[in-house]
């Protein structure tokens, strides 16, 4: 039986969970090679998920399978097997003929006034004729 490397998704994590936390909670079931909790670039906090590298397919899913979900730091973090894809290449997309949005100059239609029915409200000059009828 061939033993080949296993990555196992961790998800939910607390924010505060540290990799010696992973460690703890897998080590005596399986080998790790490596605990990678992922973190934002800039603040370097964790973003609740991580991985956790192991040399042995069938003891990493046998612990995957025994430790489920489990409490860890007041969430419910959860295990599973990573099912990663490769990297694939954008797609190229076709360029259009027409200009981008940002691109092209920005039309300014002249706006009318709305038409006023006849006799609405405003001066005219028949108002003037009936005036002096009165």
Do not use: W
Not at 53 to 65: H, S
Not at 71 to 98: C, L, N, T
Not at 112 to 127: H, T, V
């Amino acid at each position: 039986m061939a033993k080949t490397t296993l990555k196992i998704f961790v998800g939910n994590m607390n924010f505060t969970t540290t990799e010696d936390d992973l460690r703890k909670l897998f080590e005596p079931r399986i080998t790790i090679e490596d605990i990678v909790i992922v973190r934002d670039e800039e603040s370097g906090e964790s973003k609740g998920y991580g991985f956790i590298l192991t040399k042995d397919k069938e003891a990493g899913r046998e612990a995957v399978n025994q430790i489920g979900k489990v409490e860890m730091d007041g969430r419910r973090v959860y295990f599973k097997e990573a099912h990663g894809k490769k990297f694939q290449k954008p797609v190229k997309r076709r360029k259009s003929h027409r200009p981008s949005r940002r691109s092209r100059p920005r039309m300014s239609v002249p706006r009318s006034r709305p038409s006023r029915p006849p006799g609405s409200a405003g001066y005219s000059a028949a108002d003037d004729d009936n005036r002096g009828n009165c």
